[in-house]
C-alpha cells in the first residue's frame, strides 16, 4: 500500500514538472494613503504570498498620508494587461472625482484580470456621487462607515467554497474595524460575516465577486498589521488571489505550478 501510495505521488509530481513550468502570476499592489501602515503592509503582502504562491510583484506606493491622491496608472490606456491580478490595499476615500473613478474601473472591467479588495480600498471613492455605484459594482457590496475596533468573531458561512478551506468555522480575528455594509450586489458570494453592536447586525467580510470577466476577492479586514500576520488571514487572502487568477483547486491548494518555487 506503501509502495503503491509512493508511485502515486511521484506520477503526479513527474506529470506536474515534465511539461513547461508556469509563468508566475504577475501580480500588481496598489497601496498608498491615511491611516494605515502601508510601508509595513506592503512588505508583509508580498512576504507571505511568495511564500505559499509562484507570484511575482510589482508595487506602486503613491499619494503618502493623503485621502485625496489619484493613481496616475488610470491615466494609461491599457494599464492593466499585463498583469493577472490587481491588489488594492489603499485609502483615497476624499477622491470626489466621477470621471477619474469611472475611469478606474474601466481599466479593470477592460482586462481579464483578478481584483483583491483588501480594507480601505472599499471606503476609496465613497465620496465621488455619481461614480461610487460603479466602484462598489466592482468590489461587490458598499459600506461607507465601520464600527469600532475590536476582536470580532468571524464565521465560516461558506465551508465548502475552495477559498474557505482550512478556515475555522468561526475565527477569532486579532483586534480590527469590521466594516458596515450598505449594499450587496447579485453577483457577489460571501464567504463569512461578522457582527457589529454599532449596527446591531452581521456585514460581510469575506466575499466573491463576478463582474464582466473579471474575479473579485475582497476582505474588509486590514486595518492593523496584527491582522496580516495572522495566518488564518494570511490563509484566506492566498486562496483568493489563486481563485480570481483561476489557479485555486477545489481541496485549496494552488493549482500544479503554482506553488511557491
Known sequence: MRLLATLLLSLFLFSCSSSTPPKPIKALLLTGGCCHDYD???KIIQGFTSKAINIE??????????G?????????????DKYDVVVHNECFAKVKDNDFMKKAVQGHLDSDIGVIMV?????TFRGAEEGTDAWTKLIGLQSKKHEHQAEYVVENIASKHPIMQGFPQAWSAPKDELYIVDK???????????????????????????IGNNKVFGITFGHNTEVMENDVFQGVFNRGLLWTVGKLKDDGS????FEAK
Not at 68 to 80: E, I, M, S, T, V
Not at 119 to 123: K, L, N, T, Y
Not at 254 to 257: D, I, K, L, V
Open 68 to 80: 485625496d491622491h489619484k493613481f496616475a496608472l488610470y491615466n494609461q490606456k491599457g494599464w492593466a
Open 254 to 257: 494552488p493549482a500544479c505550478g
Open 40 to 42: 509595513a503592509q506592503k
Open 119 to 123: 480594507h480601505c480600498a472599499m471606503h
Open 184 to 210: 450587496e450586489y447579485p453577483n457577489m458570494t460571501p464567504l463569512a460575516r461578522a457582527f457589529g453592536e454599532r449596527s446591531n447586525k452581521f456585514s460581510t467580510c469575506i466575499w466573491t465577486n463576478e
Open 57 to 66: 510583484w510589482e508595487v506602486i506606493h503613491e499619494g503618502g498620508k493623503g
